[in-house]
């Protein structure tokens, strides 16, 4: 992904751009609070760990993932990742997967981010998006709904989160 990629958002304080090595400490810091670590199963470990994460990116591999900072307009400071894992070139299908610091929630900001990189997939050839999200992330529920996301049913005992199994719905998404 060219370091010079910038996907603008029609929210006007902030845009995508890929996720930088200066960006992971308040990556970790955020994900690991009880807020966020609530509504997700993903559990960094460390910036060693998120740094790998950001460097992984090759679309030729199965299961490859991009992911992109959500970066405020002034200060270009982190505010969140929006981005695809599971990523299926043959299949043209991706999973959806997305996070933001506690102090932007309920602003539209994910809504915005996840509806640019939606568009921005379809227009790269994916025509399948899928989302699971754990049953109690009502907000995440929220922000795929808005989107057009249709439920698919749901996933019993899919994640593994702190060593307890949890259910999941799958949301999907087609190009139209």
């Known amino acids: 992904m060219p370091s010079a990629l910038k996907i603008p958002l029609t929210h006007r304080s902030a845009y995508l751009r890929p996720i930088e090595e200066a960006d992971t400490q308040r990556w970790l810091n955020y994900l690991q609070t009880d807020a966020v670590r609530s509504a997700i199963s993903w559990r960094p470990q460390g910036k060693e760990e998120l ?5 992984s990116t090759d679309l030729h591999k199965p299961g490859a ?3 992109f900072a959500i970066a405020s307009i002034s200060g270009n400071m982190l505010l969140g990742s929006v ?7 043959p299949h043209h299908s991706a999973e ?4 933001l610091h506690p102090d932007q929630w309920g602003k539209g ?13 379809f227009a790269h050839a994916l025509t399948r998006i899928q989302a699971t999200v754990l049953t ?5 529920v929220r922000v795929l709904e808005r989107l057009g996301f249709e439920l698919e049913g749901r996933l019993r005992k899919y994640r593994l989160v702190d060593h307890t199994a949890h259910d999941a719905f799958m949301y999907s998404i087609l190009r139209a």
Do not use: P
Request: charge should be negative; glycine fraction near 6%.
């Open 51 to 55: 740094g790998n994460f950001v460097n």
């Open 65 to 67: 993932q991009v992911r």
């Open 83 to 89: 981005g695809f894992h599971s990523i299926s070139i």
């Open 96 to 99: 959806i997967a997305y996070d």
């Open 109 to 121: 900001l994910a809504t915005e981010a996840c509806r640019e990189i939606i568009q921005w997939a």
């Open 136 to 140: 109690n992330n009502q907000a995440s």
